[in-house]
């Protein structure tokens, strides 16, 4: 009899110290970065300026965005794009060599970049 309650309170002492180990365990916070990404040599994350109510990018993020439409062009379970986004949707050339964005393409290109992220599978 002595045993059982040994025994029984070994087992209680376990479960309890067990579930409290759980509820005392640290889930770090998001990493986001407080600045903008370089593209080169330029802190601007590709975005040069804003012109025409439209987003100003060089050639190394229209080349990251046509990527992204290659990957989720058609979009993701959950969100489709219809109709299916095309290569250069959005995206107007300036005699610079930048180019325009609009910001239905900003707003897709954000959309897809944390799809990108997050592991997410295109269509």
Known sequence: MESARIWRNSLLALVVLGLGG????VTPGLNRPATASYSGTKRDS??????NGAFVIDTATR????ALIGQFGKGV??????????????IT??????F????????DFGLMNRWAHSGKAGL
């Open 22 to 25: 759980c509820a005392l365990t």
């Open 46 to 51: 590709g975005v040069v300026g804003v012109a």
């Open 63 to 66: 080349s990251r965005y046509n």
């Open 77 to 90: 379970p959950e969100y489709p794009f219809l109709p299916p986004l095309a290569p250069d949707f959005g």
């Open 93 to 98: 050339p300036r005699p610079d060599g930048t």
């Open 100 to 107: 325009l964005l609009t910001p239905e393409a900003e707003n």
